[in-house]
Nanobody, 124 residues
Framework: QVQLVESGGGLVQAGGSLRLSCAAS????????MGWFRQAPGKEREMVAA????????YYADSVKGRFTISRDNSKNTLYLQMNSLKPEDTAVYYC?????????????????WGQGTQVTVAS
């Protein structure tokens, strides 16, 4: 099992930037594919981005492509999500998640361990 703790959320104006971090402990972080998800009020949880165990493969939802960047530092057991050009529709609770697979995982069902989430609010 991997324990995950997100940080970096907050309130930002439209067009602004935030960087989310996800600190991992427990099972070897470097052997897990990772992902970022978000859930807005009244909506289902959706995948935002994913990354393979070495970071060589990435995936982005169409809604964030070109604005968000997922990365990882295996030496620090930390996952990141750089979010630029934020829009009000990006407002949600953002979660990081770990998969027991090492290759890129692009379905929510492929993730086993979840953080508690961090709130991102984008004001118009």
């Amino acid at each position: 099992q991997v324990q995950l703790v997100e940080s970096g959320g907050g309130l930002v104006q439209a067009g602004g930037s935030l960087r989310l971090s996800c600190a991992a402990s427990g099972r070897t972080f470097s052997r897990n594919a990772m992902g970022w998800f978000r859930q807005a009020p009244g909506k289902e949880r959706e995948m935002v981005a994913a990354i393979s165990w070495l970071g060589s493969s990435t995936y982005y939802a169409d809604s964030v492509k070109g604005r968000f960047t997922i990365s990882r530092d295996n030496s620090k057991n930390t996952l990141y999500l750089q979010m630029n050009s934020l829009k009000p529709e990006d407002t949600a609770v953002y979660y990081c998640a770990a998969s027991h697979y090492m290759v890129l995982v692009t379905t929510i069902g492929g993730y086993d361990d979840w953080g508690q989430g961090t709130q991102v609010t984008v004001a118009s």
